[in-house]
Nanobody, 121 residues
Framework: QMEQSGGGSVQAGGSLRLSCTIS????????MGWFRQPPGKEREFVAA????????RYEYSVRGRFNISRDNSNNMLYLEMNDLKPDDTGVYYC????????????????WGQGTQVTVSA
């Protein structure tokens, strides 16, 4: 089971942080990622991080603004979002999988419940 927290509403240019954890599984064994679903659109990849954190990948539009990180000692995944734009609005989901490319490709079996991020102009 994955549990998310964070999110909310912010004006453009603001910052938010999302958090995610796994219960009942070995956190450090999994690659993890974030997806988002904008209103009326399909779910899309945002960022991914490998088990040890030595490998990350970002969707082009969030590079330089978002930072994915993990704290394996505390079983936490984070997404720091800076310089937020209205186009960043959506429901954000964390996921995890044993394969990095499955996380990136949205084929992970396990997903969080989603948390709303709203950015106003």
């Amino acid at each position: 089971q994955m549990e998310q927290s964070g999110g909310g509403s912010v004006q453009a240019g603001g910052s938010l942080r999302l958090s995610c954890t796994i219960s009942g599984r070995t956190f450090h064994a999994y690659n993890m990622g974030w997806f988002r679903q904008p209103p009326g659109k399909e779910r899309e990849f945002v960022a991914a991080i490998s088990q040890t954190g030595d490998r990350t990948r970002y969707e082009y539009s969030v590079r330089g603004r978002f930072n994915i990180s993990r704290d394996n000692s505390n079983n936490m995944l984070y997404l720091e979002m800076n310089d937020l734009k209205p186009d960043d609005t959506g429901v954000y989901y964390c996921n995890h999988d044993g394969y990095f490319e499955s996380v990136v490709g949205g084929k992970a079996f396990f997903w969080g419940q989603g948390t709303q991020v709203t950015v106003s102009a």
